[in-house]
């Protein structure tokens, strides 16, 4: 037998509350192929309306990633909380970019 067979396997935990993810509890991470940071529905939830009232792009919660959220990717997120992003990124980019924006629409 080696080590391997006899260590426990490492649990998941989302990387904002630190807690263990449920067999059947989605996984969120963001764009970045390269990140393994993860998070649950309830935190990504709030991550989102933080976002939304700071007029930022929801983004991964690391420091060394800071990759984006993507709305593909939000699956099994309340549709209430999908416009909450949609007005999060939409409110970043008038901010960033509102002049352009504004004369093209």
Same mark, same amino acid.
């Given at each position: 037998?080696?080590? $391997?067979?006899? $260590?426990?396997?490492?649990? #998941?935990? /989302? &990387?904002? /509350?630190?807690?263990?993810?449920?067999? @059947?509890?989605?996984?969120?991470?963001?764009?970045?192929?390269? /990140?393994?940071?993860?998070?649950?529905?309830? /935190?990504?939830?709030? #991550?989102?309306?933080? &976002?939304?009232? &700071?007029?930022?792009?929801?983004?991964?919660?690391?420091?060394?990633?800071? %990759?984006?959220?993507?709305?593909?990717?939000?699956?099994?997120?309340?549709?209430? @909380?999908?416009?909450?992003?949609?007005?999060?990124?939409?409110?970043?980019?008038?901010?960033? $970019? %509102?002049?352009?924006?504004?004369?093209?629409?």
């Amino acid at each position: 037998m080696s080590n $391997q067979q006899n $260590q426990p396997e490492q649990e #998941l935990l /989302c &990387s904002i /509350c630190f807690c263990p993810f449920e067999i @059947t509890e989605s996984k969120y991470t963001c764009a970045n192929p390269k /990140c393994n940071i993860m998070t649950c529905a309830v /935190c990504l939830e709030a #991550l989102i309306l933080f &976002s939304e009232k &700071s007029n930022l792009i929801p983004t991964c919660p690391s420091n060394d990633c800071n %990759g984006i959220y993507i709305v593909s990717n939000l699956i099994n997120i309340s549709p209430d @909380t999908i416009k909450i992003y949609e007005t999060a990124c939409l409110n970043f980019f008038m901010k960033d $970019q %509102g002049d352009n924006i504004k004369k093209r629409i």
